[in-house]
């Protein structure tokens, strides 16, 4: 559920307001979770003059350009995404070599006037098929799509229920 300040603020014609999207990756094979968000505007106190970001629930999200392309639903059975961020830091194509399975990936949005509360979450993406040259790093955001999964999964047969027949 949205606040009250998030409908106003994305319903008004004109705002000050900031909406902030903060991404978490995150894997079993990474040190710690890389932090981002798209606020280029909000300095961070303590890092530098040159370093920008957003503090949210005790967490440093850094800011590094990225782009989203929202879930569509595939005749494939899979929810699929995409997350391309710029490759202004040789730590993410540091990151994308060094780990060989799918990364974690948590959505979040917030307002830069009250960043420690979280608006919209979207949690449980896989960062897959990893791709990146000197201008980004992309991948693919899945999503176990579990409604096109046959139910009941077993055939009722005498072999495997004997009882029924």
């Known amino acids: 559920m949205v606040s009250s300040a998030f409908k106003e603020a994305a319903y008004a014609q004109q705002t000050d307001e900031v909406f902030v999207t903060l991404v978490t990756l995150d894997s079993d094979e990474l040190e710690e979770p890389i932090r981002i968000c798209d606020d280029p505007f909000a300095p961070l106190i303590g890092l530098g003059e040159d370093i920008y970001g957003i503090e949210s629930n005790g967490e440093t999200f850094i800011f590094m350009p990225f782009e989203i392309w929202l879930p569509r639903d595939d005749k494939t ?38 960043p420690d509360t979280i608006e919209i979450e979207f949690d449980n993406f896989q960062l897959s098929n990893v791709k990146y ?15 096109l999964e046959p139910f009941p999964s077993w055939n009722f047969t005498p072999s495997n229920f004997p009882g029924l027949f």
Do not use: F, H
Request: glycine fraction near 6%; charge should be negative.
């Open 133 to 147: 040259d000197v201008m980004s790093v992309e991948g693919d955001l899945t999503l176990n799509y579990w409604g």
């Open 77 to 114: 059975g899979t929810v699929s995404a995409k997350l391309s961020i710029q490759n202004i830091d040789r730590r993410i194509v540091e990151t994308a070599r060094s780990v060989t399975q799918p990364v974690n990936v948590k959505m979040q949005c917030v307002l830069a006037s009250d």
